[in-house]
T-cell receptor
Framework: GAVVSQHPSRVICKSGTSVKIECRSL??????MFWYRQFPKQSLMLMAT?????????EQGVEKDKFLINHASLTLSTLTVTSAHPEDSSFYIC??????????FGNGTRLTVT | AQSVTQLDSQVPVFEEAPVELRCNYS??????LFWYVQYPNQGLQLLLK??????LVKGINGFEAEFNKSQTSFHLRKPSVHISDTAEYFC???????????????FGQGTILTVHP
């Protein structure tokens, strides 16, 4: 079946550095990708919706300059957390959708900022 | 706009016992409804979905859910749970305007199901 690959699964970085997370659709073309953030023991909060070849649409309260999203191809979207701080530590999950097909989730990235 | 409420944050149950995880939603438009399961440090796996038709929906791993429009509920049930069902379960909704694309989901707070031997 369709698979979404998210990389890396875990990353530890120092405060002030930037981290890039990749989300790839492996056997389908993802016209839309979604980025979620999940705090410990909480639900998933949608951060942004990314459409291939256009600018991402950010949810209210999400800093677009801090969380840079690029969806340059139909199989790859990236989320870059710029100038990361400890409060950015979280579990980030992407999901991908190709036309009318179901939504598929990646396995998430655990970001720890020290 | 929609909202989803999962009434129980944690549900402990013994192996082979039945379980029900409750989900209520609020929406001004018709919705599609979903249940997802999340194992530790992993993404979400779709258990089942309600789009239309029969209100009783059967999913993977022996789970089923019933859509009740009058009560705006979509409770998840399993008649006999296993240790391997221990995980966090999320109810989610999406308004059904725009066809069958599943897109932007609104999630509930999650219910941690713990199955004890």
């Amino acid at each position: 079946g369709a698979v979404v690959s998210q990389h890396p699964s875990r990353v530890i970085c120092k405060s002030g550095t930037s981290v890039k997370i990749e989300c790839r659709s492996l056997d389908f073309q993802a016209t839309t990708m979604f980025w979620y953030r999940q705090f410990p023991k909480q639900s998933l909060m949608l951060m942004a919706t990314s459409n291939e070849g256009s600018k991402a649409t950010y949810e209210q309260g999400v800093e677009k300059d801090k969380f840079l999203i690029n969806h340059a191809s139909l199989t790859l979207s990236t989320l870059t957390v710029t100038s990361a701080h400890p409060e950015d530590s979280s579990f980030y999950i992407c999901s991908a959708q190709g036309g009318p097909s179901p939504l598929h989730f990646g396995n998430g990235t655990r970001l720890t900022v020290t | 706009a929609q909202s989803v409420t999962q009434l129980d944050s944690q549900v402990p149950v013994f192996e082979e016992a039945p379980v029900e995880l409750r989900c209520n939603y609020s929406s001004s438009v018709s919705v599609y409804l979903f249940w997802y399961v999340q194992y530790p440090n992993q993404g979400l796996q779709l258990l089942l979905k309600y789009l239309s038709g029969s209100t009783l929906v059967k999913g993977i791993n022996g789970f089923e859910a019933e859509f009740n429009k009058s009560q705006t509920s979509f409770h998840l049930r399993k008649p006999s749970v296993h240790i391997s069902d221990t995980a966090e379960y999320f109810c989610a909704v999406r308004n059904n305007a725009g066809g069958t694309s599943y897109g932007k989901l609104t999630f509930g707070q999650g219910t941690i199901l713990t199955v004890h031997p």
